[in-house]
């Protein structure tokens, strides 16, 4: 592992090392802790470089906050990155990145800066901390910039920061896709944070409070909407439920509990699809930021596992059983392949492709024979099975950029959820936050031997056993290594082993944990 404090430095190892290769940045103000190193492993999994930075950054403190104080531990911060297998860590001074000039002076400050929507940044902890938010979009620009990753990892711990992030990016088009990680908890239920370590052990305890009260006001939310079809439970019950569980403790004074939009940040009466319920605290002179994702779509249900392992099927069955809709993630790329082949868009035309793929909307009909596909006021249901569209298909789907649409498509009908869809990274990538994580496989000879029988029925040529275990392995390969869309299991997927198993009993299991989650 490297150890860059310098601009020319990384500039460097970067020109050197990259060649092709993703890359991944954590950024980080250090002092790190499980929290952070979930991001790291993220990043692990997706990148084939993980740079890490750790920078106190000055332009996001004001001057009675924490700057001098908080902790710097670098030596203890390097050995933890070396573990988790980080290839660098950038660790520049303030004089690196931001030159001599003053960062707080009467002159003001003299160097550009990135302002981000005031209505985003002047909410929540922008009300007590005015010039935090642009003091944090000055520096991650300038690190995405620096180190011009392909993903940039971001803990919905710090939500608003997120949102804010994520719509700089957007905004300044900025090439990089941010990846939020979910919220990591000591045991007691209180987030892990730098900041934890101004509190003793006996507040430590205490602050797990916080939590409590979140996840009590979570269970309002869900009775209230439950209890009532088509009722949703007004912001005031739900701060409500947070209130009056942290008045019991008297040494923590609330600053702030909200409902707002997890992606503009504008307050909700009601949470249509989703709420953030945000809160920051303070515990003596330290202060404290937690939140919550309130959901009120119908579940997710998300089925990855390698090729062969009967995902299709099943996933049809289900949704069939649990009355949801079947996210048909082939047939949108069928009706991409056919839109470019309609248009007749040489193949091998990616920036072409891009155009006419990034103005084109897909969308599955449910009706009564069946669910139509339509791209662009266009039926294209039979179109889509033609030969020509199934021998295009594979070659389009492997384009970045199809893939890109396709997934911000998935997660537009993802927002509404009520829906069961298969893939390869549907859990880890497409839908993370899916209430149900099937990892649906079965043993190379149980896959081989069912290929074998079908091939055999459909009589479609002669093919060894031993031939079909090879091709799998090297299939299973491919797809657990490739560069878009790999292969992976999410930490907290079932898995399912389906040798032995019909395809009935298969879907039955699936159905029954569905329910086991309380969903009916
Ligand atoms: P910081 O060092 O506090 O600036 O945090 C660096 C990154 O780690 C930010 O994206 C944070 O949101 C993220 N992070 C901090 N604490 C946690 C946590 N408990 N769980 C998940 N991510 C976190």
């Given at each position: 592992m490297?150890?860059f404090?310098?601009?020319?430095?990384?500039?460097?190892?970067?020109?050197?090392?990259?060649?092709?290769?993703?890359v991944?940045?954590v950024?980080?103000m250090?002092a790190l802790h499980?929290?952070?190193l979930?991001?790291?492993?993220?990043a692990?999994?997706?990148n084939?470089?993980?740079?890490?930075?750790?920078?106190?950054n000055?332009l996001?403190?004001a001057?009675t906050?924490?700057?001098?104080?908080?902790?710097?531990q670098?030596?203890?911060?390097?050995?933890?990155?070396?573990?988790?297998?980080?290839d660098a860590i950038f660790?520049?001074t303030?004089i690196e990145?931001y030159g001599?000039?003053?960062?707080n002076?009467?002159s003001?400050?003299?160097?550009?800066?990135v302002v981000p929507?005031?209505?985003?940044t002047?909410?929540?902890c922008?009300?007590s901390?005015?010039?935090?938010?642009?003091?944090?979009?000055?520096?991650v620009?300038k690190?995405?910039n620096?180190v011009?990753p392909?993903?940039a990892y971001?803990?919905q711990?710090d939500?608003q920061q997120?949102a804010?992030?994520r719509?700089?990016?957007?905004?300044l088009?900025?090439p990089?896709?941010?990846v939020?990680?979910p919220i990591?908890?000591?045991e007691?239920g209180?987030a892990w944070?730098?900041?934890?370590?101004?509190?003793?052990?006996?507040q430590k305890d205490?602050a797990?409070?916080?939590?409590?009260a979140l996840?009590?006001?979570?269970?309002?939310?869900?009775?209230?909407?439950?209890?009532?079809?088509?009722?949703?439970?007004h912001s005031?019950v739900?701060?409500?439920?947070?209130?009056?569980?942290?008045i019991?403790?008297?040494d923590?004074e609330v600053?702030?509990?909200e409902?707002?939009h997890?992606?503009t940040?504008?307050?909700l009466?009601?949470v249509e699809?989703d709420?953030?319920?945000?809160?920051?605290?303070r515990?003596?002179?330290?202060?404290?930021i937690?939140?919550m994702?309130?959901?009120?779509?119908?579940?997710?249900?998300?089925?990855?596992?390698?090729?062969?392992?009967?995902k299709?099927t099943?996933t049809?069955?289900?949704?069939q059983e649990?009355?949801?809709?079947?996210?048909?993630?082939?047939a949108?790329?069928?009706?991409?392949?056919?839109?470019v082949m309609s248009a007749?868009?040489?193949i091998?035309?990616?920036p072409a492709?891009?155009?006419?793929?990034s103005?084109s909307?897909?969308?599955?009909?449910?009706s009564?024979?069946g669910?139509?596909v339509?791209?662009d006021e266009?039926?294209?249901t039979?179109?889509?099975?033609s030969?020509?569209v199934t021998?295009?298909?594979?070659a389009?789907?492997?384009l970045a950029?199809?893939r890109r649409?396709?997934?911000k498509?998935q997660?537009?009908?993802g927002a509404?959820g009520?829906?069961?869809?298969?893939?390869?990274?549907?859990?880890?990538?497409?839908f993370p936050?899916?209430?149900?994580k099937?990892?649906?496989?079965?043993?190379?000879?149980?896959?081989?031997?069912?290929?074998w029988?079908?091939?055999?029925?459909?009589?479609?040529?002669?093919?060894s056993?031993?031939?079909?275990e090879?091709?799998?392995?090297q299939?299973?390969l491919r797809?657990?290594?490739r560069?878009?869309a790999?292969?992976?299991k999410?930490?907290d997927?079932?898995?399912?082993k389906t040798?032995?198993m019909s395809?009935s009993?298969v879907?039955?299991?699936?159905?029954?944990?569905?329910?086991?989650?309380?969903?009916?």
């Open positions: 490297r150890l404090t310098t601009i020319a430095g990384l500039r460097c190892y970067l020109e050197r090392h990259r060649s092709g290769k993703d991944g940045l950024p980080t250090g499980p929290g952070h979930s991001l790291i492993e993220r692990r999994q997706e084939a470089i993980v740079i890490v930075s750790i920078f106190v000055p996001q403190f001057p906050e924490d700057f001098q104080r908080y902790p710097r670098l030596e203890e911060d390097r050995k933890l990155c070396e573990e988790v297998g980080v660790a520049p303030a990145l001599k000039s003053p960062l002076s009467d003001g400050i003299q160097f550009t800066q929507p005031g209505a985003m002047s909410v929540l922008g009300a901390r005015p010039g935090h938010f642009q003091g944090v979009a000055t520096i620009t690190l995405l620096l011009q392909e993903r971001f803990g711990k939500a997120l804010i992030i719509r700089l990016v957007d905004d088009n900025l990089v896709t941010i939020p990680c990591v908890r000591l007691s209180l944070s730098s900041r934890n370590k101004y509190l003793t052990e006996v205490r797990s409070i916080i939590y409590s996840k009590e006001a979570q269970k309002v939310f869900q009775a209230g909407n439950r209890d009532a079809v088509g009722w949703r439970c005031t739900i701060i409500e439920a947070v209130k009056s569980k942290l019991k403790a008297s923590i600053e702030y509990i409902l707002v997890p992606t940040l504008a307050p009466e009601q699809q709420g953030l319920l945000a809160i920051a605290v515990f003596g002179t330290t202060r404290l937690d939140n994702v309130l959901q009120n779509r119908q579940p997710i249900v998300a089925i990855d596992g390698p090729a062969g392992a009967g299709s099943v049809r069955r289900v949704a649990l009355g949801l809709i079947y996210l048909d993630t082939g949108m790329y069928r009706a991409l392949t056919w839109r007749n868009i040489d091998d035309d990616e492709i891009a155009e006419i793929v103005q909307e897909i969308s599955l009909v449910e009564n024979d669910v139509q339509w791209i266009e039926e294209v039979k179109e889509i099975r030969l020509e021998a295009n298909v594979s389009i789907a492997a950029t199809v649409e396709l997934v498509q997660q537009r009908w509404k009520g829906i069961v869809a298969e893939g390869r990274d549907i859990g880890t990538f497409v936050d899916a209430e149900l099937i990892f649906l496989t079965a043993s190379v000879e149980e896959r081989a031997r069912r290929r029988q079908d091939i055999k029925e459909q009589k479609q040529g002669d093919m056993l031993e031939q079909l090879k091709d799998i392995q299939r299973d797809d657990s290594t560069a878009i790999p292969l992976r999410a930490g997927a079932i898995e399912i040798d032995g395809i009993e879907t039955e299991r699936i159905v029954n944990l569905y329910h086991q989650k309380g969903f009916s």
